[in-house]
């Protein structure tokens, strides 16, 4: 299905991952992995989406992640708290996270490339600012939430990103990747051109703050299509994870 926004993904099972591990002590601090990649081959350290509302966990990134580790990645999907009015909670979280899983996964040492969808992207961004992990080789951010200014004005998720910051998003720039400096390592951002969700203008506004970034655009593309490993999306977001590998 092309440029309509195909929710399917969402409630279709993917396969269990090879393992489950805690990196901290409440019930949300795990992350599911898949086994093994390739020693050549970096950590895909994965933030799912969801506008950061809590029933949107890592589950629906179950197809994805294990299409990923067939194509030779070891990865880690993270879950974080989702709790409105708090995204320090779920900032803290993807911190603990990145100074714990990788070393709990064994990663290898090609290092790590950071992958998030949607709200995910907006976390990835910002953490290769205000957390890189060491190794971290670049970012792959999928639709991302790049953008809270625009997000918030043009309503995006019916309010998520005010339910998100407990606020306009102007009180919390310091979590607005536009408005932070470049992150270490390659960025490249993934957006459909019929994204109707997370408008392709939130990445091109990115794009436009920070010039090393990368913006790949595909056509006949919506939001959830680049999360599908049966897409026509899905070869275009393999070779932006490879290439931010390299």
């Not at 436009?208 to 049966?230: Q, R, T, Y």
Request: include cysteine; proline fraction near 10%; glycine fraction near 12%.
């Amino acid at each position: 299905m092309t440029g309509v926004m195909d929710r399917s993904i969402l409630s279709r099972p993917g396969p269990a991952p090879d393992r489950v591990l805690r990196y901290g002590p409440h019930p949300d601090h795990v992350a599911d992995v898949w086994l093994p990649g390739t020693e050549e081959r970096p950590l895909v350290f994965l933030l799912h989406g969801g506008f950061w509302r809590p029933r949107f966990d890592r589950t629906h990134t179950r197809l994805m992640a294990a299409a990923l580790r067939d194509e030779g990645w070891t990865v880690a999907s993270v879950e974080y708290r989702r709790e409105q009015g708090n995204p320090d909670a779920c900032t803290g979280d993807v911190r603990l996270a990145l100074e714990v899983v990788p070393g709990e996964v064994g990663a290898p040492g090609a290092g790590i490339v950071l992958v998030g969808h949607s709200a995910g992207g907006q976390l990835a961004l910002w953490a290769g600012v205000a957390c890189p992990p060491p190794g971290l080789r670049g970012i792959v951010a999928l639709a991302p939430v790049a953008d809270l200014v625009h997000a918030y004005d043009a309503n995006l998720g019916n309010g998520a990103v005010a339910e998100f910051l407990g606020g306009p998003p102007g009180t919390r720039p310091d979590l607005d990747p536009v408005r932070l400096p470049a992150p270490a390592g390659k960025v490249i951002l993934v957006h459909g051109a019929d994204d109707t969700g997370v408008p392709p203008a939130v990445s091109e506004s990115y794009v436009d703050a920070h010039a090393a970034a990368k913006l790949m655009l595909l056509p006949d593309v919506a939001h959830f299509e680049l999360i599908d490993p049966g897409s026509a999306a899905w070869t275009g977001v393999v070779a932006a994870v490879a290439q931010a590998g390299r």
